[in-house]
């Protein structure tokens, strides 16, 4: 059974055996089959100077490796003051922009010299671009936003998120760092292959896509993943990647020509995109590769190492698609991937705080670029200089 208190003792307990300074800020990711208001209130209630921010999710990843389960929970706890945090308790798609610019001007009137930024929002109506587009436009496109998009276990149906000690459906908060000591490097992959013959946007507007080569898009995109009128959202998921293909410099560094997209919800004929989509865009088909992810995941985490020059990072946070998780390889060759992204990292054979979630879409720069992505492993890797 899922005995919600419980997980929040064991994960402060874990988090804070060595800590003598009380925690400033505690994240959660948890799985939907926790009840969040008790969540929220019962960490309050244990570390009532702390702030929480919790996010629904499809399983976790932690030090202690990887679990998908309804019963998963995972901690972060940060101490001290450098930081600032904002949130939104209504963002949709039409909102992103307006919403994510209120948050930025409500950071930046909090702390001076902000230079990366924990992002987490709603998974199921979203326009994520205008979020960055919002975001870069008062805090400057040299702030590197990392997080991601919540989820529940699949299905589509509903995602949570907190802060300010309220449970959101709709909602979304950033978490700004200003320590000046502190450096981030993110990247993100994901090893699928478009195929076929691409769709075109004939009609759209904003995230929402009306028609697919002249034709209404949510029968025409199940018609072409070979599934009945009555499918949804969530059995589209494992199987309806959409690829946009890269520019020639994007995809050399990406180690793929394409950036894929996930349908998260539908109205009637109308998809509901994870960003901007404009008419004439191509999306094609996707098959997954499993032997491409372990190389690409390989070939990532080297880049990223190489970069590192040597230094050894203080916290991972980390994010994965949720049709990367059970649903799309076994848990054997799931936790083996895992493994093979963490042991790089480790110093002297322990692995640093690291908080990992499967949710349904992931923030992290692309050829230097602040980027939204689906389908991907995406690490956000944290250095004291």
Request: charged letters at 20%; proline letters at 3%.
């Amino acid at each position: 059974m899922v005995n919600t208190k419980r997980s929040v003792s064991e994960c402060l307990e874990i988090a804070l055996q060595d800590v003598t300074e009380s925690p400033s800020v505690l994240l959660f990711n948890a799985s939907v089959g926790h009840d969040f208001n008790e969540m929220v209130d019962y960490a309050k209630s244990l570390q009532p100077n702390a702030q929480i921010l919790a996010a629904s999710c499809c399983g976790v990843v932690g030090r202690e490796g990887v679990s998908e389960s309804m019963k998963d929970m995972a901690l972060m706890a940060i101490t001290g003051n450098d930081f600032a945090i904002a949130g939104s308790s209504q963002i949709f798609g039409y909102n992103s922009y307006e919403e994510c610019r209120k948050m930025a001007i409500q950071l930046k009137e909090q702390k001076e010299g902000i230079n990366m930024l924990y992002f987490l929002a709603s998974g199921i109506d979203i326009n994520n671009t205008e979020c960055i587009r919002a975001f870069e436009e008062i805090l400057g496109a040299e702030v590197t936003i990392f997080g991601a998009t919540s989820s529940d276990n699949m299905k589509g149906y509903v995602s949570y998120q907190s802060f300010g000690n309220e449970v959101m459906e709709h909602g979304a908060f950033a978490l700004a760092f200003c320590d000046p000591t502190l450096s981030i490097d993110t990247q993100a992959t994901h090893g699928f292959l478009a195929i076929g013959e691409p769709l075109t946007v004939t009609k759209s507007h904003d995230n929402i896509i009306e028609e697919l080569d002249g034709k209404p898009a949510w029968p025409t995109f199940l018609a072409r993943l070979g599934l009945p009128e009555t499918a949804e959202c969530g059995n589209s998921i494992p199987v309806g990647a959409l690829a946009e293909v890269l520019s020639k410099s994007d995809a050399k560094e990406y180690g793929n020509r394409h950036l894929l997209r996930v349908v998260t919800k539908h109205e009637g004929d109308a998809i509901f995109y994870a960003t901007s989509c404009p008419v004439g865009t191509q999306l094609w088909l996707t098959v997954r590769d499993e032997e491409r992810i372990f190389t690409e995941m390989d070939r990532m985490v080297n880049a990223m190492i190489e970069r590192a020059q040597g230094k050894k990072p203080i916290a991972v946070f980390h994010a994965d698609c949720l049709a990367r998780g059970r649903y799309l390889t076994n848990r054997v060759l799931k936790e083996e991937l895992v493994h093979q992204m963490q042991t790089p990292f480790y110093s002297d054979g322990v692995c640093p705080p690291w908080l990992g979630m499967y949710g349904f879409g992931e923030f992290a720069r692309l050829n230097g670029k602040n980027t939204y992505h689906n389908y991907t492993t995406a690490l956000y890797v944290i250095y004291r200089d």
